[in-house]
């Protein structure tokens, strides 16, 4: 089945813990990309990757990291989440970005 | 922020009825695609239209574009119960995406 795996579903930590959120995909997509959405605020986009070791900035990346060693994995990091980087999280794959997403299901993160 | 905005923010309609919901964005586009979200899930594609098209059927679904209004609509025709749920215009530009803010339906059985 085509899918966009995203662990873990939900994760509550402290501030200054260094965690990471892993995100595969098995369509051979190149562009993959994360989103937080926050209520009110819709879903804004933090980093996007169009192929292997190449990432750019969306339009909240302050604060995560990301990486793309693999054409198949996209992970996000928070190397010192705070409370403010609580929210729902969800990455998303697209052939060459130009059409429809396959989301995951997303990660429930809150920062204590 | 280039983020496209829907409106209405919320519809309620009665089962059978349409549903009509709007998306107005800022800048140029690629193409423009319209998603659904069931409570806190992962948002589901629904339909895209290139930015050289002015109209595209799915199913149950219209979408149309004006480019020089910059804006768009959803159509569900015939609504379902099923159908409550949020859903989101995404522009593309470059190789950006931008969502809006959303416009929850709720469909009446």
């Known amino acids: 089945e085509a899918q966009v795996t995203q662990n873990p579903r939900y994760l509550i930590t402290v501030t200054g813990k260094k965690l990471t959120v892993t995100c595969s995909q098995n369509m051979n997509h190149e562009y993959m990309s994360w989103y937080r959405q926050d209520p009110g605020l819709g879903l804004r986009q933090i980093y996007y990757?169009?192929?292997?070791?190449?990432?750019d900035k969306g339009d909240v990346p302050e604060g995560y990291k990301v990486s793309r060693k693999e054409k198949r994995n996209f992970p996000l990091i928070l190397e010192s989440p705070s409370p403010n980087q609580t929210s729902l999280y969800f990455c998303a794959s697209s052939f060459l970005g130009y059409y429809g997403y396959t989301f995951g299901s997303g990660t429930r993160l809150t920062v204590v | 922020s280039q983020q496209g905005e829907e409106d209405p923010q919320a519809l309620s309609i009665q089962e059978g009825e349409n549903a009509t919901m709007n998306c107005s964005y800022k800048t140029s586009i690629n193409n423009l695609q319209w998603y659904r979200q069931n409570s806190g899930r992962g948002l589901v594609h629904l339909i895209l239209?290139?930015?050289?098209?002015r109209e595209k059927h799915s199913g149950r679904l219209r979408v149309t574009l004006d480019t020089s209004k910059k804006s768009s609509s959803l159509l569900i025709t015939a609504s379902r119960a099923a159908d409550t749920a949020s859903y989101f215009c995404a522009t593309n530009t470059g190789n950006q995406f931008y969502f809006g803010t959303g416009t929850s339906l709720t469909v009446i059985p």
């Open positions: 239209i290139r930015s050289n098209e």
């Open positions: 990757s169009m192929n292997v070791e190449v990432t």
